[in-house]
Each structure stands twice: as structure tokens, then as C-alpha cells.
């Protein structure tokens, strides 16, 4: 569900590092993931998203894993860079709804 | 290719006043549209979807509304701004009528309400 009304926690993490960004969804029906990533003063874009019948799926140095079990999404971005700080937002969709509905969200600071 | 259009990308209000805030979507039919709400720091909420026409879902009880008089047109507005809803506004698009379709977000809108 929603969580708009919190701080958004924050990660650290050296450039070169992986970091791994998590979120918890609380709605069985979701059907569909994706994460975003907001750069400040800007509109999401698009990373990568992952349909409910898998449990990986792999990008350009990002790979996002889904256990349905317990509803919970990671982002995994291998060797960081600086252009990767910004904030990082999970989005469900929930099956039979044609909206996205937003987690809380990350901000993910990297480390020179 | 698809494009959205948000504007404008700042404004500042007094308290009371009315609001108006447009967005277009362009090389794509029928699109779902959506506004989110993001105060600073904060998460992305969802105010209002429309998946056609004069079709409006609302999401949450608020001093908004939302309309749309066009296929890819998508107005928000209030007739008397709060202090609390200063914020960064966010219009978007998906696909219509499809359930599993990333959205796509136009630059924002940051409102200030004095």
C-alpha cells in the first residue's frame, strides 16, 4: 500500500558497490512490478519491471527479484555509479486496475 | 513517439485562489491518465485516473478535482487552494486498456501555495 505520508529512508553506498533497495507491497492481487527512478525536480522514468509469474528478471546492471510469499520486490544495481543517486520507487499494479499504485520509496546516495 | 506534456513546471498561489493545471499526451489514443501528488521527501500519491473520456476515479477525499474534456487531455484543479496542497504534481500515461503497462510521467508541476 501507500506509505506517502513518511520520510523516505535513505542507503549509502561506495561507487563501484552493489546496492540492493527493497520493498514491501501488501496487496496479493498485484499482478505487475516495476521500479522507478526519480531524479530530483524530475518525473519517474522507468527501470524495469517483472510480471507476478516470474521471480527474476534481469537489466543493464539491475536485476529485480519478486517473492510473492512474503510480497516482497528488490532492486539489485551492480557496480554503482554516481549518476545512479537518486530516488528509487516500487509500483504495483493491482490485477484488474489500470493504475499503479507507489511504495515509499528510496533514496540511494552514491559514495565517490 | 509518445510525449507528455505537463505545464506549468512552477507556480505559486495565494491561499484561496483557484487552480489549473493541464496536461497533453501526445501519439497515443485512449491512453489511461493519472496525477500523483508527491510533497517534498515524500512518496508518490495517487489522486485521480481516467481510463477514458469523462471518466474520473478519485482516489483520495481532497480540496482537487480532476477532469477530462479530451482523449488526451487531462486537467487538475481546485476553486480554493490550502497551504496543504503545495507540492510537486506529476501527470502520466499507460497504455489503455491494458492492466500490466508501465506509466509514463511527465516533468511535474512544483506548487507552492503562500
Known amino acids: 500500500g501507500e506509505s506517502v505520508g513518511l520520510h523516505l529512508p535513505t542507503l549509502s553506498v561506495q561507487e563501484g558497490d552493489n546496492s540492493i533497495i527493497n520493498c514491501a507491497y501488501s496487496n496479493s492481487a498485484s499482478d505487475y512490478f516495476i521500479w522507478y527512478k526519480q531524479e530530483s525536480g524530475k518525473g519517474p522514468q522507468f527501470i524495469i519491471d517483472?510480471?507476478?509469474?516470474?521471480d527474476k528478471r534481469q537489466g543493464q546492471r539491475v536485476t529485480v527479484l519478486l517473492n510473492k510469499t512474503v510480497k516482497h520486490l528488490s532492486l539489485q544495481i551492480a557496480a554503482t555509479q554516481p549518476g545512479d543517486s537518486a530516488v528509487y520507487f516500487c509500483?504495483?499494479?493491482?490485477?484488474?486496475?489500470?493504475?499503479?499504485?507507489f511504495g515509499q520509496g528510496t533514496r540511494l546516495t552514491i559514495n565517490p | 513517439s509518445q510525449t507528455i506534456h505537463q505545464w506549468p513546471a512552477t507556480l505559486v498561489q495565494p491561499v484561496g485562489s483557484p487552480l489549473s493545471l493541464e496536461c497533453t499526451v501526445e501519439?497515443?489514443?485512449?491512453?489511461?491518465l493519472y496525477w500523483y501528488r508527491q510533497a517534498a521527501g515524500r512518496g508518490l500519491q495517487l489522486l485521480f485516473y481516467s481510463v477514458g473520456i469523462g471518466q474520473i476515479s478519485s482516489e483520495v477525499p481532497q480540496n482537487l478535482s480532476a477532469s477530462r474534456p479530451q482523449d488526451r487531455q487531462f486537467i487538475l484543479s481546485s476553486k480554493k487552494l490550502l497551504l496543504s496542497d503545495s507540492g510537486f504534481y506529476l501527470c502520466a500515461w499507460s497504455v489503455g486498456g491494458s492492466v500490466n503497462t508501465e506509466a509514463f510521467f511527465g516533468q511535474g508541476t512544483r506548487l507552492t501555495v503562500v
Open positions: 501519439g497515443t489514443s485512449n491512453p489511461n
Open positions: 517483472i510480471r507476478s509469474n516470474m
Open positions: 509500483a504495483e499494479n493491482i490485477w484488474g486496475a489500470q493504475k499503479l499504485v
